[in-house]
């Protein structure tokens, strides 16, 4: 049996790790969450109910969509009205791709077999309704589970963020814990997801989860030669500087998620677009005083 192949050819410019740099140079290294949770719109002062969800996600997505690089919506919310709520994700997505944002969906799916195939075409197929630039997975039940996902995003030039180690207190139990052979669970995702990444340039199309919030040198990043979505950033408590402190020389392949730090200033999309604006810019200026030294 042959070995995994590089999910990101080299020279293939569709390739979702090449855009993925593309955008981040372009725009700022920024991944802004599209969290429609019942508390946001009562700050929003919308109702609980599919049309204020409407409202709060198609007025952060027409605000935000065009200034930053990656915007990630939460499928939960959208799921837990139904099928009105899932045509608003469809939407959503639709409205951010029209405004040039890659769009991460957030849905954090694992399974085996045929189901973890019929995510994959659900979520990483040419022409499926809810078809998205890239989508968080779990490994919990064996990085090999992932196949059906990171075959289908190769063949259509999508990503996938692979949970290593989440910024949940819960998560250490887990992540933390020593794997066969080496290092912890964590260190053994994301050095499977580099087997993947081999090769690719200018970036692999696996990328993982590590959150903005753990401890410096809890997983090693340096031989991934994908990104690091790095959740924790903003309302959870991660600074700016914690990022540089937390992901040092590899802070360029960074991309900080920030949802609720953000979404407070709606519903005014100037607020909105105000507070992007002033994360991103903060966040360049790390990345380029990291690079500098």
């Known amino acids: 049996m042959s070995g995994p192949v590089a999910s990101g050819a080299a020279g293939r410019p569709d ?9 981040m140079a372009a725009r ?23 049309t204020g969800l409407e409202r709060f996600a198609l007025t952060a997505t027409e605000a935000l969509a065009e200034h930053v690089a990656v915007l990630k919506p939460q499928s939960a919310f959208f799921e837990s009205h139904g099928a009105r709520g899932i045509a608003v994700l469809e939407r959503v997505l639709d409205t951010a ?10 849905v954090k799916r694992g399974d085996i077999g045929s189901t973890m195939a019929a995510y994959a075409a659900a979520y990483l197929a040419d022409g499926a309704p809810l078809a998205a630039d890239a989508i968080t997975v779990s490994p919990y039940l064996g990085f090999g589970s992932l196949e059906p996902a990171l075959s289908q995003a190769r063949r259509t030039g999508r990503g996938v963020f692979v949970l290593a180690r989440t910024s949940n207190p819960e998560g250490h139990a887990v992540q933390g814990a020593t794997a066969a052979g080496d290092g912890t669970v964590a260190q053994s995702v994301v050095d499977a997801a580099a087997e993947r990444n081999a090769g690719a340039e200018p970036l ?27 959740p924790g950033f903003g309302a959870q408590g991660a600074t700016a500087r914690d990022l540089r402190r937390v992901f040092g020389p590899e802070l360029g392949a960074v991309l900080p998620a920030s949802s609720r730090d953000v979404l407070r200033h709606g519903p005014s999309p100037l607020a909105l677009r105000t507070a992007v604006r002033r994360t991103r810019d903060e966040l360049a200026a790390v990345v380029e005083t990291a690079r500098s030294l």
């Not at 390739?15 to 955008?23: I, K, P, Q, T, V």
């Not at 700022?28 to 599919?50: E, I, R």
């Not at 791709?97 to 969906?105: H, Y």
């Open 15 to 23: 390739a979702f790790g090449a855009r993925l740099e593309e955008a």
């Open 204 to 230: 692999g199309d696996v990328g993982v989860v590590v959150g903005a919030t753990v401890k410096p040198g809890e997983v090693r990043l340096d031989g991934l030669n994908g990104p690091v979505l790095a």
């Open 97 to 106: 791709r029209q405004a040039g944002a890659l769009v991460l969906l957030d």
């Open 28 to 50: 700022g290294p920024l991944c802004v969450g599209v969290d429609p949770h019942p508390s946001l719109l009562s700050a929003w002062d919308l109702p609980a109910d599919v």
